[in-house]
């Protein structure tokens, strides 16, 4: 019998770590102390913590959900040669898996990410030896132009493309830098691969570095992602030693050497100029393009930037040929693309799924639909950058074409899901608030034209909301994107525009007839009593801080509209459903 | 870049005068302060070591690298990781993603204001929580999501951050 773990940053949080520690107390105090291993996040978020016993015959049982109690019956049942059923994943749950195509994520989940022998075997590090004892730098850039491998991080650029000028750029010194400053809230994707499977990013850069002729890497990982830089310092210190980093990787004459910098918490250094000065010690502030990072970037020489979900999908390609990963996905977008699926969904977590499936497929096919089974009004797609596509587009193709057509992008891969309860205007004032603050300050129009529509969205989610209001933000919105330096002010109006364009109504109603339709913004609602259920309990008026609320024992009571404060206290505590917003 | 040691020495006692020990930090510089781009990772590590960054040891670190003051503070200031300010002895980082904004992270706010009397940014005046707002935990199926020093609480309501609150004042005052 072998017992796993999932042990990712989400699986942590949910109580991982106490459940090993219960598995192996129990296991201790029967005699049967073995060893606990550890794997990454299988992308089933909602159902962590997750414990895989593999018994003797080598077959997989996965129990969900589990806690420091359960994880005694399970390992009371299962060392007794029984399942704990009570606990096991459900079918239902266990087909999510195989309405996916798993390629950057193949291994995530699966293998121990702490143990470099995992990796190798399954197959990893194939591709690079094949890559410098095989191929030419050429015929690796010429697979990965076959594949149709484009940007993850956002911009959906060719990676080819960057690739070839980099090895085309002048210079003897060359840097591979990898960007894992996942800054977009929402999003999740390249911690899962670097705490599932750091080795496949550590074999991307490999290939990419020699295709390019580079000999030094950098992976700029947040801060706030500890985890994923233990997991990718110790899973360098094995390449190492193993000789997959270094000097003269597979005897030949190819050197290369990786090595971490942990960002300090900004978004605009996902920008790949921000990136640089970042890396440089500097304020991460973009600047103009050209010169190119392929040409002049890290301390002046030709560098590489790709995201971390980018590099992932490599070995594959490499392994499977570039028209394995092109076969999949449609004309102008090919393979696959891993999403972070969260908001008012029920089954939340990662999903990987082939371009060209439709949005419905994965909100209701992989995601389960809306929970409480709500109505489902919008989806966000691309973070701060990117937009709210309704509930009339779910049948929209995932490609970088259809999206962008919506107003949307593709992004990084952050999907929120969106119910009726979401009020869009008050959607487009918190991504503003998040761009306004995350601004470099470096160009007027997006230091100064996201304060100013913040303002305005902030006045007609109070309430107080002008005629001449949506204009003066379509007016704003259109100039920060035409003068801005970077994609980080070229983008911030995209949440406003795409809300305007798909929820123009809703801003509508907030400004002319003073309503919320999603009873969000607290200055637009009022809470009142309905008097058939109310049963006088008092429980209301006792919480109201207050003293809104009036009315004796066991008779219905009233709410003074001039005092409430509209917290929803009352409505929290009211055992009867009483308590209505309007 | 040569350092004038007057500088050097006063700008150290000043830091003593405040109760820090500039020599805490002397393996730091000694490794970094002559590393072109370095600047970063200093700040980083001294923060490590001081919980903080006070405006008199970001004055020393831009004597010992060579920068000129408005410069490391303008590094300082620009990344929400470094802190100008002592912290309390619990953080609280509340989650304010876009799956957290969905899931209700203002009322949570809200709850964690109310209790401590405290905003956003502050800490308490028995130095014992500090509330920061931060963009994403990437623990988003589990919002609204906070950590309080490491430690994560998911799927909170107001009631239950309130009662993680309170559990932690009572732990403490039993420690009194």
């Given amino acids: 019998m072998r017992i796993v773990v999932g042990k990712g940053s989400c699986g942590i949080a949910a109580g991982a770590n106490k459940v090993a520690a219960a598995a192996e107390s129990y296991l201790k105090a029967q005699g049967k102390e073995m060893p606990i291993g550890v794997t990454g996040c299988i992308g089933m978020c909602y159902l962590e913590p997750i414990v895989d016993i593999f018994d003797d015959a080598g077959v997989q049982h996965t129990y969900v959900k589990v806690n420091e109690a359960s994880i005694q019956t399970i390992l009371e049942a299962e060392l007794a040669g029984k399942r704990a059923e009570a606990y096991l994943i459900s079918d239902e749950d266990a087909s999510i898996l195989q309405k996916q195509t798993r390629i950057a994520l193949r291994n995530c989940g699966i293998i121990n990410p702490e143990n470099i022998e995992d990796y190798i075997a399954k197959g990893g590090y194939e591709a690079i030896k094949a890559c410098v004892t095989t191929m030419k730098p050429e015929e690796v850039i010429e697979q990965i132009k076959i594949s149709g491998l484009a940007g993850r991080g956002g911009a959906g650029f060719p990676t080819w493309f960057k690739w070839n000028a980099a090895r085309n750029a002048k ?164 393979g696959t693309k891993v999403f972070a699926l969260t908001g008012k969904i029920k089954k939340g977590g990662l999903v990987e799924i082939p371009m060209g499936a439709k949005i419905k497929d994965v909100i209701y096919g992989v995601g389960g639909g809306i929970k409480e089974d709500k109505a489902f009004k919008a989806v966000q797609m691309g973070g701060p950058s990117g937009g709210c596509i309704p509930a009339e587009l779910i049948e929209t193709i995932i490609d970088y074409k259809s999206l962008a057509a919506t107003g949307a992008i593709m992004g990084s891969g952050g999907m929120v899901v969106m119910d009726e309860t979401t009020c869009m205007v008050d959607m487009a004032r918190f991504f503003l608030d998040f761009t306004c603050k995350e601004s470099c300050g470096k160009c007027i129009h997006c230091r100064i034209g996201t304060k100013r529509m913040l303002e305005i969205l902030t006045r007609i989610t109070e309430g107080k909301g002008k005629d001449g209001d949506i204009e003066l933000l379509e007016e704003l919105a259109n100039q920060i994107k035409a003068s801005a330096l970077c994609g980080l002010g070229q983008t911030a109006p995209n949440p406003v525009l795409t809300t305007l364009r798909y929820f123009r109504n809703e801003y509508e109603d907030h400004i002319y007839n003073h309503k919320c339709t999603a009873k969000q913004c607290s200055a637009l609602i009022t809470y009142e009593i309905d008097a058939e259920k109310c049963r006088g309990c008092t429980l209301c008026a006792r919480n109201c801080p207050v003293n809104a609320i009036s009315g004796n024992v066991k008779e219905a009571h009233k709410i003074d509209q001039d005092v409430c404060i509209k917290c929803g206290k009352c409505m929290s505590s009211c055992k009867f459903d009483a308590v209505h917003k309007n | 870049m040569k350092i004038n040691c007057n500088c050097v020495q006063a700008s150290k006692t000043a830091l003593q005068q405040q109760g820090i020990d500039p020599e805490k930090m002397e393996d730091v510089l000694s490794h970094y302060a002559d590393k072109e781009g370095a600047l970063i990772t200093i700040l980083q590590q001294a923060q490590d070591i001081y919980g903080y960054l006070p405006v008199e040891l970001l004055n020393y670190i831009a004597l010992r690298t060579g920068n000129k003051p408005a410069k490391v503070l303008g590094v300082a200031t620009f990344y929400a990781q470094f802190r100008l300010a002592p912290m309390g002895k619990y953080l609280i980082m509340l989650c304010k993603g876009t799956a957290c904004h969905v899931n209700g992270a203002n009322a949570i706010e809200e709850a964690i204001c109310d209790t401590l009397g405290i905003q956003e940014g502050e800490t308490t005046a028995d130095g014992l929580f500090t509330l920061n707002n931060v963009a994403c935990l990437g623990c988003c199926s589990l919002s609204p999501v906070m950590m309080i020093n490491g430690e994560t609480y998911g799927t909170l309501t107001p009631d239950k951050a309130r009662s993680i609150l309170a559990s932690i004042q009572q732990k403490e005052a039993e420690a009194k």
Wanted: hydrophobic fraction near 40%.
């Fill in chain 1, 171 to 334: 210079g003897d010194k060359k840097y591979t830098i990898c960007n894992a400053d996942e800054g977009d809230p929402g999003a999740f994707m390249d911690r899962a691969v670097i705490e599932g499977d750091p080795h496949t990013l550590i074999e991307g850069m490999l290939i990419g570095a020699y295709a390019m002729g580079s000999d030094e890497g950098v992976v700029y990982v947040r801060a706030e992602y500890p985890l994923a830089i233990v997991r990718l310092t110790k899973a360098l210190e094995d390449a190492r030693a193993k000789g997959f980093l270094g000097k003269n990787i597979f005897g030949s004459s190819f050197s290369f050497d990786i090595r971490i910098k942990a960002g300090a918490g900004a978004f605009v250094c996902g920008e790949e100029t921000a990136l640089i000065a970042s890396l440089e010690g500097e304020r991460g502030m973009p600047r103009l393009k050209p010169p190119f990072p392929a040409e002049k970037g890290f301390w002046q020489k030709p560098s590489n930037i790709n995201n971390v979900e980018t590099y992932a999908n490599v070995p594959w390609i490499l392994k499977n040929g570039g028209a394995a990963f092109a076969a999949m996905g449609t004309e102008n977008s090919k």
